[in-house]
């Protein structure tokens, strides 16, 4: 999935010679793929970073900066971010790492384009035991546009696209939460304009064994686990979570939340609810600004 981010900004036809406005030093949008990026206990989510600009040339061209936290104030923000996520999970993450804090996290990496890059900038190392990536200023050069910006003539406006594919991805050892992308692009003269866009870097939940039975009430229960924040285990109980949602959908309608359940110190749940007649059952647990959503398979009720 893209998730494009774009500012307004005036069409023009071919074959038109290039006016002030088509070579204004500009950004027009920033764009992720994944749009929403998970982190598992293993692997590494790789990121491609497509930034649309214009008036972009010299040694710099357009280059992006990855890293945790917010936009600084006042900034040129392509997108926002919801903040009303955020506070929930000041209780879930730990203040500090354990006693033996996981490895150092490595450094953003440089990226591979089409055409080879100016080197980026060797960042330092996070210090422990903080466990902060650094983050790498990435450079690349200018691609051609996707087709689907093709309808917009963007070739007429002196549009280019500028991707860039970090070779490393982010894995667990990275804060999870808002993240920002911060863009900027630089003309032969060395003026430059700069634009904002955020993500969330989420970690895996899993619903676990989840059963639906009935005998005069419809009992579902199961079990929410979550990556390990720690990074000692593979994942651990996500306990103290109210928003399990039970839904149900009838043969032939729609889902719907016929109750909420609240999970355990170990992360079960135990749910009992109304018969809701023929259909099937499942559970979900809903994204948060620090972890991803899960959906458990559909289960009809086994009748005792």
Known sequence: MLATLTAVTALAWPGV???????????????LRPAEPVVRATGAVKLVIDVVARGA????????LVEPGRPPAGAT???????????????????????????????????????????????????????????????????????????????????????????????????????????????????????????????????EGVAVSERKKVRVSGTLMRLDPYGLLGRRPFRKRKEVLIRFRGTGGEWQTVASARTRRDGSFDQRVKPAGEGVYRVEFPATSRYAADVSPERRPRRN
């Not at 040339?57 to 992006?64: A, D, I």
């Open 77 to 207: 923000n392509l997108t926002g971010v919801n903040p009303d996520l955020t506070p929930a999970e000041t209780s879930i993450e730990p203040a500090v790492p354990p006693a033996v804090p996981p490895a150092v996290p490595p450094a953003v990496p440089p990226v591979v384009p089409a055409v080879p890059p100016v080197a980026p900038a060797v960042p330092a190392a996070p210090a422990v035991p903080e466990v902060k990536p650094a983050a790498a200023e990435l450079t690349a050069t200018a691609v051609r546009p996707p087709v689907g910006f093709h309808r917009f003539r963007l070739a007429a406006e002196g549009w280019q696209t500028w991707r860039f594919n970090p070779a490393v991805g982010l894995t667990r050892w990275y804060p999870s939460g808002v993240w920002t992308i911060a863009a900027t692009a630089t003309d032969q003269a060395g003026n430059e304009v700069k634009a904002y866009t955020t993500f969330h870097l989420r970690r895996e939940t899993v619903l």
């Open 17 to 31: 010679p290039a006016r002030a406005a088509e070579t204004e030093l500009s950004i027009r949008s920033i764009s």
């Open 57 to 64: 040339h010299g040694v710099r061209g357009v280059t992006v």
